[in-house]
Nanobody, 126 residues
Framework: QLQLVESGGGLVQPGGSLRLSCAAS????????IGWFRQAPGKEREGVAC????????YYADSVKGRFTVSRDNAKNTVYLQMNSLKPEDTAVYYC???????????????????WGQGTQVTVSS
């Protein structure tokens, strides 16, 4: 059974950093792209960063470019989201997700997803 489990969320001050992890199991991890999405209360879900199976192709939302970095370790079946220079508007529940045979652009922008994790809360506040 395919599972995605996020961890690493928490409370951080503006300007601080967090690293989220997404641990995957139940499928051949290195064949599929993985995406990070977020949803704040009252706002639409946003595709934050999506990474191809090899890590070569990456998509970032404009709102996080230059501050967030997505990476993956296929040997550990884990994808990471390093978040720096955090702002209050980054506050949201962050989810990782996957779907087979899709580009990183379509995954993040069109949000065509088959499987979702349960989410981890990130709160940026002083």
């Amino acid at each position: 059974q395919l599972q995605l489990v996020e961890s690493g969320g928490g409370l951080v001050q503006p300007g601080g950093s967090l690293r989220l992890s997404c641990a995957a199991s139940g499928f051949t991890f290195d064949t599929d792209p993985i995406g990070w999405f977020r949803q704040a209360p009252g706002k639409e879900r946003e595709g934050v960063a999506c990474i191809s199976r090899t890590g070569i192709n990456i998509y970032y939302a404009d709102s996080v470019k230059g501050r967030f970095t997505v990476s993956r370790d296929n040997a550990k079946n884990t994808v990471y989201l390093q978040m720096n220079s955090l702002k209050p508007e980054d506050t949201a529940v962050y989810y990782c997700a996957t779907r087979r045979m899709i580009t990183v652009h379509d995954m993040c922008v069109l949000q065509r997803i088959d499987y979702w994790g349960q989410g981890t809360q990130v709160t940026v506040s002083s």
